[in-house]
């Protein structure tokens, strides 16, 4: 089997942006967050109804309210997406945490603000990160506010009572758009973030390219006798190998200096 360039290439670590590791925990953290939201339409789909009654005749009449259901399922859809989104904005924020912290070169030192491309990422990231916490905390809200309608009626739920508390329709299904936008929005900023590393990578791999060959041309120049003493050393003897990048021990240079020196006298 033919080895390629790939496979000795070495592999990415799991902490790294880009990597597999972090490829799969964002294909899991968007299955999450579709999990999510269609835990929030069944919770829409079997909130509880208060339907109203009237009981007594004339001016001891009153009206009493009824639940249609004790609220155990939206209860526990709505309880599962509270924990499930906001697993999935720990998990993903932290893993982009450690993977920006510990890559290397640090973003952040070889971050070139004055570039055009850096301050589109800059915005780019900006708004994704807003985005994603201000969607995360409007879900998380409503969610939390069909947690606590729900689990006010988990006993006695078919008795009249004077006033009931209800959901009004559309916030389970709010809260489920809600998550959705905030999975999609967080894998935004992952993207921005494995865009601004790879433009870090380059800027680096330039400056070191730019540096060699700076430092290649302001080397000086050998004058023209130390040309003919290399000349000629390497004429004495032609296998002789250059030790410390190209100095010779003093006493072959003195040696061959002087025979040079003879010579041009």
Request: charged residues 15%; proline residues 5%.
């Amino acid at each position: 089997m033919a080895v390629t360039h790939a496979d000795l290439a070495p592999s990415r670590p799991s902490t790294e942006l880009g990597s597999k590791a972090g490829t799969i925990l964002i294909i899991i953290c968007i299955v999450c967050g579709l999990f999510c939201f269609i835990l929030c339409l069944i919770a829409e789909a079997t909130r509880s109804i208060v339907t109203w009654e009237s009981s007594g005749e004339g001016k001891h009449a009153t009206r009493e309210c009824m639940y249609s259901g004790s609220g155990k399922t939206p209860l526990m859809c709505a309880g599962g997406a509270f924990l499930g989104l906001a697993a999935v904005m720990v998990a993903e924020h932290s893993y982009m945490l450690v993977a920006v912290s510990k890559s290397t070169p640090p973003v952040l030192l070889t971050w070139d603000p004055d570039s055009s491309s850096a301050k589109a990422l800059t915005w780019q990231a900006g708004f994704f990160f807003f985005s994603t916490w201000i969607s995360f905390a409007v879900g998380e809200i409503l969610l939390l506010i069909g947690v606590s309608v729900e689990s006010g009626h988990l006993r006695n739920w078919s008795t009249p009572k004077p006033s009931c508390l209800t959901i009004p329709q559309g916030l389970f299904s709010a809260a489920g758009v809600f998550g959705l936008a905030t999975t999609f929005f967080a894998t935004g900023l992952y993207l921005t973030a494995v865009r601004a590393q790879k433009m870090c990578r380059e800027q680096e791999t330039v400056r070191r390219q730019v540096l060699d060959i700076s430092v290649l041309f302001a080397s000086p120049p050998l004058s023209p006798r130390h040309r003919t003493i290399r000349a000629a050393m390497a004429a004495e003897n032609p296998t002789l190998r250059l030790n410390d990048g190209g100095r010779q021990s003093p006493s072959q240079f003195s040696s061959v200096f002087a025979k040079v020196s003879i010579d041009q006298v």
